[in-house]
């Protein structure tokens, strides 16, 4: 089996339209909740999300290129510039028919199907559709685009597990290259899902925080009084490699992917397992891939959205894995208390937090927590409020999606 590093990472979403602006929003606890600016909201119970900002699509595509991309597939192109360039590889001679683009979306181009049926339904009943219609709301052509973009000629598709489908995307370009399929993959998520539609979906089924007063406080994982997640944006792109190729053309390494593992709830189609079986068990499984216990992780990127059911499966799995381990405390932050939840790209942004941290030495917090959860034992080490320095060797990246969708993945500090 081939060891699989990182060698490049990329990112637009809401606390910033590259790496270095993300990590200093995640270190200094910015929240980039405010009002939705895309649409009229006075008819809607949440009225603010996190969106990016300033975005101005000519500042990255030719008009007649960016006319062609759904929203989620424009950030995932500026998200994998990113992170090529500083992976360098195409500084050097690489087989193409061994790169490949697994990515991640929940929603895909759901901007362009929306705008486009609004406009059936109030004209007369004429079908003027946009000729890129179909190819701008498919899924799958976030990966294509990149391909095409790169002359990628490997492995190519998207993975669609809901909020879990960032990790399951990392997981699977690890597998590709761990079993030898590929010797480079470019993997990561992208989603555009404030629109009409999504807030009045999830609004309808309670599940988005209403706090309009207050929208920079409103998402707040593992506090006693989180009633709610905030909807998010954006893109992350990670560029994963064999060690063995990447040490041959002399790339620098960021950090170590080694373990990930998928599981099923058989529970509910929206609800976690309330004891957070399959999460813990998915936790235990990519531990062992990478030959590691829970005694050796230092810290946990929760997935935890700021919902009262959510968070609570997420504590309980995490109590389970420390269970029989007296002494042992983990250090726990959910980012989404300052990005908002970007759906079917949440797993890539998360992944590139906890690279960060790695790197840095410092643990991003959750912010907005007054009252912590009484549910949270001990031996949780909530980071709340506060960005904390620390040495970290190893850490876990959770993710959960509707349908029951486990999909963690495990990485460790390159040395």
């Known amino acids: 089996m081939q060891r699989v590093v990182v060698t490049g990472i990329g990112t637009i979403n809401p606390l910033g339209n590259n790496v270095q602006e993300y990590w200093n929003g995640l270190a200094n606890g910015v929240s980039a909740a405010a009002p939705i600016t895309k649409f009229d909201t006075s008819k809607f119970k949440t ?64 901007t362009t199907l929306e705008d486009q049926f609004g406009e059936f339904i109030e004209g007369d009943g004429t079908p003027r559709f946009n000729p890129y219609l179909i190819p701008k709301m498919l899924i799958n052509i976030a990966a294509g685009l990149i391909s095409i973009k790169y002359g990628f000629k490997g492995v190519n598709y998207v993975a669609v597990t809901a909020c879990a489908a960032g990790n399951s995307a990392i997981i699977e370009a690890f597998n590709n290259i761990r079993w030898g399929k590929a010797d480079v993959v470019v993997t990561g998520g992208s ?69 990930g593992a998928m599981t099923g709830d058989a529970y509910h189609i929206s609800a976690s397992h309330p004891e957070g079986e399959g999460a813990a068990r998915a936790m235990k499984l990519a531990l062992q891939e990478g030959g590691l216990t829970m005694q050796d992780v230092d810290y946990i990127n929760a997935h935890a959205t700021s919902t009262p059911v959510g968070d609570a499966s997420e504590i309980a799995a995490i109590k389970t894995m420390l269970t029989d381990l007296p002494g042992k405390r983990v250090a726990v932050s959910a ?73 963690i993945v495990v990485m460790k500090k390159w040395k």
């Open 335 to 407: 980012t989404k208390s300052m990005t908002g939840h970007l759906l079917g790209a949440a797993g890539a942004i998360e992944a590139i937090a906890c690279i960060q941290a790695l790197q840095h030495g410092v643990i991003p917090p959750s912010i907005n927590i007054d009252e912590l959860d009484d549910a949270i034992p001990d031996n949780i080490e909530v980071i709340a409020n506060t960005a904390v320095p620390r040495e970290l060797n190893v850490c876990i990246s959770n993710t959960f999606g509707f349908g029951g969708h486990n999909a």
């Open 47 to 110: 009225k603010f999300a996190c969106e990016i900002k300033n975005y101005d699509p000519l500042q990255y595509f030719e008009k007649g290129e960016a006319r062609k991309y759904d929203v989620f597939s424009q950030y995932a192109l500026i998200s994998v510039d990113e992170a090529i360039k500083q992976s360098r590889l195409l500084d050097a001679e690489v087989d193409m028919e061994r790169v490949g683009v697994i990515w991640a979306s929940g929603l895909g181009g759901s």
């Open 191 to 259: 989603e555009a899902g404030i629109t009409q539609a999504s807030m009045g979906g999830f609004g309808s089924m309670k599940a988005l925080s209403t706090r309009n007063d207050e929208p920079a406080k409103a998402s707040r994982p593992f506090d006693k009084h989180r009633e709610g997640f905030v909807m998010g944006e954006g893109a992350g792109a990670l560029v994963l490699e064999s060690y063995e190729h990447a040490m041959k053309r002399g790339a620098t390494i960021l950090a170590e992917i080694v373990g």
